[in-house]
């Protein structure tokens, strides 16, 4: 009968052959949380500390580094990812794997649609950095959460890091903003011109921040993003903001032109 156990010699095997490291699950330390106020009071006046239970789990980029979030209703406890891992927010914790492990085998964070063939001739105005050849397009969608960046080249969101080119800043609930990154430029043109020649007359910043009510699904209008991938440019509209988790998630479609 064959054994249900390794054997010492396969269980070595798998301890040092590279890209076998298996996930490692980092659960939230705590059940609940006690929250207070912090700031001096007046004499005569106190707080009442707020107990709260975890509700939940996030993964949020602060800069270039990914960092875990556990959700307690009164406040949340944070810890950064583990160095060279890319993690996923669970129920009551987190599955982190080796990036040696990854196999996506596509544009992750993106559904992409179509492979949409462009004009012979490149319009006059071609994104400095661009070859002679008449650019290639490609047509995606995708969700970005309050706080998290995108990177337009690769598709991805969350964990973009040094690549991102835009980046959805929530200062306060209602105060949203959308802000390019890393070199990126940006610039607000109408939804009638949400396409390439659009795109190369619209006027780029790499500083200002537009506010989300500016580009909004019932704004009129989208944004065209010069990445900070020489060559390539890029046009997002907002087609929809929902809710998760009390953070707004922007539905997003997107069309880009690459050499």
Not at 251 to 258: A, G, H, K, T, V
Request: aromatic fraction near 6%.
């Amino acid at each position: 009968m064959q054994s249900r156990f390794l054997s010492p010699m396969l269980l070595g095997l798998l301890l040092v052959v590279p890209g076998l490291t298996m996930a490692e699950y980092i659960p939230c330390p705590l059940e609940e949380i006690e929250s207070d106020v912090t700031t001096a009071k007046p004499p005569g006046w106190w707080s009442t500390p707020k107990v709260g239970r975890l509700q939940g789990t996030d993964i949020v980029q602060m800069g270039d580094q990914p960092v875990l979030l556990c959700y307690y209703g009164v406040g949340s406890i944070t810890r950064d990812a583990p160095p060279g891992t890319e993690c996923e927010a669970l129920e009551r914790g987190f599955r982190c794997q080796a990036r040696a492990m990854e196999s996506y085998g596509g544009i992750v964070g993106t559904a992409v649609e179509t492979a949409r063939p462009m004009p012979d001739e490149p319009p006059a105005g071609v994104p400095s950095g661009a070859s002679e050849a008449a650019p290639s397009g490609l047509r995606g969608r995708a969700r970005l959460a309050q706080t998290f960046m995108m990177d337009l080249d690769s598709g991805r969101t969350r964990n973009t890091g040094k690549k991102a080119d835009i980046w959805f800043n929530a200062r306060t609930a209602r105060s949203m903003f959308i802000k390019p990154v890393n070199g990126a430029m940006l610039a607000v043109v109408p939804r009638s011109q949400a396409n390439l020649s659009g795109c190369l007359g619209g006027r780029f910043s790499k500083t200002r921040s537009v506010p989300l009510s500016r580009v909004g699904p019932d704004s009129g209008n989208c944004m065209c993003v010069h990445t900070n991938d020489p060559g390539t440019l890029a046009v997002v509209c907002v087609d929809g903001i929902s809710e998760e988790r009390g953070r707004k998630v922007l539905e997003l479609s997107f069309d880009r032109w690459y050499n």
